[in-house]
């Protein structure tokens, strides 16, 4: 594209609108350019795993005011719905700071002639570091004994965890089971082997090297864990994947990390094995239904130590927003020098 590009960073908290147009501004460098910043207000539960947005969004009257005579308009959340695209009948491209367009109208988009792009793999190291976090907290016990000393006052933790039963589990010589070798999964294998765990891995759809013991089928992977981390996608086949026979084949006392999707588990079959003591531990940061419902099953274990849960915040971190915004704006600089996009639906 020969012309000055008009750009709309519409950001949000996270991945903050500057984040976005100083990206573009470097990618693009001396080519014509006019950036014009919007933020836009969105609440915390979509940063779990979303449904395609609906039709109806407060953001969207917000969103067509600031495009007006857009090319093209970056954002995290933004709603791109039917409506908004039918409004900015200039608009060209839409880059999405996300690992897919899901709040995108993908065949409005499609019928209008927008290019859609987005951003996978950008928040794949903060989820790798995040369920090694996770994971050491749950095999070594530290949010039980910092909630004892800092909120109880109670020196006795200490204690309490110089027992042989009590004591929590190291990494060196430990068998975990990574279920799942994708961007995050190959990472976090890569972390344990540095703390000298037993890695196995396995995933069917993996071919090549692996780092550790590639394991030819879920049941024998279960079966030789002391810990398991899942690192799957979501799809119909692996809903549910981690059920009442899965867990029934760990060997007792073993430990759950879940940094990926809820729905992989059965959250009805964890809390009965973390009850019969099956599992001595689970790690979640992903949940079946989020936010949590205040009644789920999954609170009442929370007092027992034997459940840590987090938010879904295993993908934020800074430097994530900052990829993000990087990534997307080599989407826009690849549009705008007639150059094929590297991320693009069709």
């Not at 042989?164 to 279920?179: A, C, K, N």
């Not at 799809?235 to 990390?257: D, Q």
């Not at 099953?297 to 990829?323: I, N, Q, Y």
Request: charged share 20%; hydrophobic share 45%; proline share 6%.
């Amino acid at each position: 594209m020969t012309g000055s590009v008009t750009v709309v960073a519409a950001g949000d908290h996270f991945v903050l609108p500057r984040l976005i147009a100083e990206a573009v501004r470097a990618e693009l460098g001396e080519h014509p350019l006019s950036v014009r910043e919007l933020t836009l207000d969105w609440p915390l539960e979509p940063f779990g795993p979303v449904a395609e947005v609906e039709e109806a969004s407060d953001a969207e009257d917000e969103l067509i005011e600031a495009l007006g005579d857009a090319d093209v308009l970056v954002t995290q959340m933004g709603p791109v719905t039917e409506r908004v695209l039918a409004a900015s009948p200039r608009l060209r491209l839409v880059v999405v700071c996300r690992g897919g367009p899901v709040n995108v109208n993908r065949e409005a988009a499609r019928a209008q002639g927008v290019r859609v792009c987005f951003a996978p793999g950008r928040n794949a190291a903060a989820t790798a570091e995040f369920t090694v976090g996770l994971l050491l907290a749950a095999l070594r016990r530290i949010p039980q004994a910092h909630d004892l000393l800092a909120r109880q006052g109670s020196w006795g933790g200490g204690a309490t965890y110089y027992t042989y039963e009590q004591s929590g589990l190291e990494l060196e010589d430990l068998p975990v089971g990574l279920i799942g070798y994708g961007a995050v999964g190959s990472r976090v294998a890569r972390v344990l082997g540095a703390f000298g765990a037993r890695v196995l891995v396995y995933d069917p759809y993996v071919r090549g090297e692996v780092h550790g013991l590639r394991v030819g089928s879920l049941d024998d992977l279960l079966g030789r864990s002391r810990v398991i981390s899942l690192h799957a996608r979501l799809t119909s086949e692996t809903r549910g994947l981690i059920g009442a026979r899965e867990l029934a084949l760990l060997p007792p006392g073993a430990v759950l990390v879940n940094v990926a999707r809820g729905p992989l588990v059965d959250e009805g079959a964890l809390c009965d094995a973390l009850k019969s003591g099956q599992l001595s531990a689970a790690a979640l940061d992903t949940y079946e239904r989020e936010p949590v419902p205040p009644d789920s099953p999954l609170f009442d274990l929370v007092g027992t130590e034997r459940l840590l849960m987090t938010p879904h915040l295993g993908g934020a971190s800074r430097a994530v927003a900052e990829k993000a915004a990087r990534i997307a704006a080599a989407e826009v600089g690849r549009w705008a020098r007639g150059e094929p996009p590297a991320h693009c639906l069709d």
